[in-house]
């Protein structure tokens, strides 16, 4: 298992002109490391931060899109697997940070820490699929995602916390969306 | 909120019918490319069917109809226009992000909701069932603009509402009251 900033340290020196979605303690974290324009804060209904990407990547096929979701999240919304498999956007990378627990809800743990999200996913029909626990393994499967056609999704394993300073409030304004629909559509 | 038209009163109720193609037309005139949808019973044989053969338009299929939101948030950033094609039990499924997306963020939510079981000519606070009579009150209560969509007399207003959903960046919503054929 990793730490998940030092995960994030390593994204970001891979990516260039990819949209990436993140949601809740990912998207905090990735706030910190890599303010943005081409970041979209997936906000008010949890497990949605892969639909989410998933318009975005059919909107806009020329680009890739990361979708940095949480376990906790992706467990509110299993139906994306097989949603984002039928679509089979080439240019989706859902990724799923797993660290066994609701982190941004109090840090109590899933029903069942150990699902198997990379079983999950191919047995949606996602040929591309990619497990990650330390940073050189990260970093190999992201390498590998960006470089292919997708839907591509990666089980990255990390360690719980700590958790930074957060702020919804400054995460979700309206200013930041605007900014990702300017930076699309320029 | 509401917009039964006069003439849709006035039709014999006999000749009144709702024409699945002319639906799609002014969905497509209103600049639709991507339909959103889990199949209803409702809609599923007169919308669903020829949406699925249309060229025009990009059909995705989602498990559950929250999902849809979710998917037209991301399509209206990168300046897709999408209708979401549910039936009033996904549009209460789909709460939360209705909530979120349609009514907090003020996104272009254009909503397609099968009235399932109400009853020909009866409006929908009438109808007897439960369900199909809660479903106006909801959107009220949202604040979300609401058409009637229950005969051929009331599709021209689909086009318009979905432009001005779009160019004011809020939601909308069409009953579909008739089956459509």
């Excluded at chain 2, 020909?120 to 979300?144: C, H, N, T």
């Excluded at chain 2, 509402?161 to 919503?173: D, G, L, Q, R, T």
């Amino acid at each position: 298992m990793m730490n998940r900033k030092i995960a994030l340290e390593r994204l970001k020196m891979l990516i260039n002109d990819e949209i990436v979605v993140a949601t809740y303690s990912t998207a905090s974290d990735w706030i910190e490391i890599f303010d943005r324009p081409l970041n979209f804060f997936s906000f008010g209904a949890m497990g949605l931060a892969s639909s989410h990407g998933l318009g975005l990547a059919l909107a806009r096929p020329e680009r890739k899109v990361l979708v940095l979701d949480g376990d906790g999240s992706l467990l509110m919304n299993l139906g994306t697997l097989v949603t984002i498999s039928a679509a089979a956007p080439k240019n989706l990378i859902h990724m799923v940070w797993k660290n066994g627990s609701y982190e941004a809800n109090g840090g109590h743990p899933v029903p069942y820490p150990q699902v198997d999200f990379a079983a999950m996913a191919r047995a949606a029909g996602i040929a591309s699929v990619y497990r990650a626990n330390d940073p050189e393994n990260f970093e190999s499967a992201v390498r590998q995602a960006l470089s292919i056609e997708g839907p591509t999704f990666i089980e990255v394993e990390i360690e719980q916390g700590p958790l930074g300073p957060r702020s919804y409030k400054e995460m979700y304004k309206a200013s930041r969306r605007q900014r990702l629909h300017e930076a699309l559509n320029a | 909120m509401g917009n039964q038209p006069d003439e849709a009163q006035e039709a014999p109720a006999h000749a009144r019918v709702l024409t699945g193609t002319r639906v799609i037309d002014a969905i497509k005139r209103g600049g639709v490319s991507h339909v959103l949808s889990v199949p209803d019973l409702h809609t599923a044989k007169g919308l669903l069917t020829p949406i699925r053969s249309d060229p025009a338009l990009t059909l995705i299929r989602t498990c559950k109809e929250d999902e849809t939101f979710g998917i037209a948030a991301g399509l209206n950033y990168g300046n897709k226009r999408a209708l979401i094609l549910i039936q009033y039990t996904g549009f209460l499924y789909a709460m939360n992000a209705i909530r979120a997306m349609a009514c907090e963020h003020k996104l272009p939510m254009c909503m397609m909701i099968g009235l399932l079981g109400k009853e020909p000519d009866v409006a929908p606070q009438d109808s007897a069932k439960f369900g199909v009579r809660i479903i106006e009150p909801i959107l009220d209560i949202l604040g979300i603009k609401r058409f009637l969509i229950d005969d051929d007399s009331c599709v021209d207003a689909i086009s318009p509402a979905i432009e001005h959903a779009y160019s004011a960046s809020e939601p909308v919503a069409f009953l579909i009251g008739r089956k459509p054929v």
